[in-house]
């Protein structure tokens, strides 16, 4: 990247202003999402445990411009796990949030009423309560506490740490929140590196989180995708509990998408842990 591109992290997100330019846009029924943070287990069904995990994240993330400049050649995402219930939709609110605001027009941080922010998230007005606020609070603690390192080699005690969010602040007196982006990660939001992700199957799947997981880790596979074994399913979800246990919240949850009209799919004979091959995916849910 020279100094003439991409100064401000709006700049990296489509504006949803602008359909007609033919990119993926952020809509009030449409988020784009970065490809690698949907594969990997950045977000996952919710745990009883608040475990911190750490992802090895060299592979996806290794062509990060803030990784090649430097040479870094280790990348792991580590902090508190991230539920689809409150932390998903918190976040599809930031990055509508940074296509939106004035502010980002100027730079990288930007302030906005908590009732805007709380519509971005899909929540009516009768919900703006004290426990909203608390919860959307936690949810941007639990995002801005997600960092990623990066290591020139392992062992080596010269490293850098990013975030998906770099500040977050929240003045319960003024009743704004304010949000500031780590601009070292814009290029996460490149065309090549996005998806669009519509909204509908996930409200249609706000009681099952393992659905909305498969939902967004599917949306982020090519077009027609190869077999997908239940073994990687598992490595995105990281579920708890016994194998057996996981393989029937997965089949289940495979069902329901079917059942919303999303997902059509058949499952390969002969093979030695449980496979599906995906035949189609309709995120409009059309005809259903």
């Given at each position: 990247?020279?100094?003439n ?73 580590t ?16 990055v ?15 302030k ?89 199957p ?18 982020a ?26 393989n ?41």
């Amino acid at each position: 990247m020279n100094s003439n591109e991409v100064l401000l992290f709006k700049d990296a997100i489509p504006d949803f202003n602008q359909p007609s330019t033919g990119k993926l846009t952020v809509t009030k029924n449409s988020s784009v999402q970065p490809v690698s943070l949907l594969r990997l287990g950045v977000f996952t069904p919710s745990c009883r445990t608040e475990a911190t995990v750490t992802l090895n994240v060299t592979e996806a993330l290794s062509s990060l411009e803030i990784a090649k400049q430097e040479g870094y050649t280790d990348i792991k995402i580590t902090g508190p796990m991230l539920n689809y219930f409150q932390d998903f939709r918190c976040w599809t609110a930031i990055v509508h949030s940074f296509s939106v605001s004035p502010d980002a027009l100027k730079g990288n941080r930007i302030k906005m009423p908590f009732s805007e922010f709380a519509k971005l998230c899909g929540y009516p007005s009768k919900r703006y309560s004290t426990k909203l606020r608390n919860e959307i609070a936690d949810s941007l603690t639990k995002i801005r506490s997600k960092s990623i390192r990066f290591e020139k080699n392992p062992g080596i005690t010269k490293f850098k740490v990013a975030g998906l969010l770099k500040e977050a602040e929240f003045d319960g007196e003024s009743d704004y929140i304010i949000l500031e982006a780590d601009e070292r990660l814009w290029d996460l939001y490149r065309s090549d590196h996005l998806t669009l992700l519509r909204k509908k199957p996930l409200e249609l799947l706000t009681r099952n989180e393992t659905a909305q997981a498969l939902y967004t880790f599917f949306e982020a596979l090519p077009q027609h995708p190869a077999p997908i074994t239940f073994d990687r399913l598992r490595q995105r979800l990281l579920l708890n509990g016994r194998i057996a246990e996981q393989n029937r919240k997965m089949r289940t949850a495979l069902d329901v998408l079917a059942s919303i009209g999303y997902l059509k799919f058949y499952y390969l004979v002969d093979t030695s842990v449980p496979t599906i091959q995906i035949t189609d995916r309709n995120p409009k849910l059309t005809g259903s």
